[in-house]
């Protein structure tokens, strides 16, 4: 199992269901990820300004080359500009 990583990373905030069955809430710190376990926490980090954020894996994908999560657009904007659209990030699985 991948416990860290970079990769980059996008955001979205169209509400619709996310494959755990939730509502999406663009204002939570959640993500997206192909194949972490639900539930799962992660930091994610910015390597060029060191910010970095906890996030709950609730959703699937990114399904774009290169990509391995696609954020919250609070969690994007926590650590990043949204006007960038894509960040390269680190990240670590704390757990489930």
Known sequence: ???????????????????????????????????LAMGSRVRVTNPSNGESVTVRINDRGPYVGGRCLDLSRAAFSAIGNTGAGVMRVKYEVLGT
């Open 1 to 35: 199992m991948i416990s860290t990583g970079t990769c980059g990373a996008s955001f979205y905030d169209e509400g619709q269901m996310t494959a755990s069955g939730e509502r999406f809430n663009p204002r939570a710190m959640t993500a997206a990820h192909k194949t």
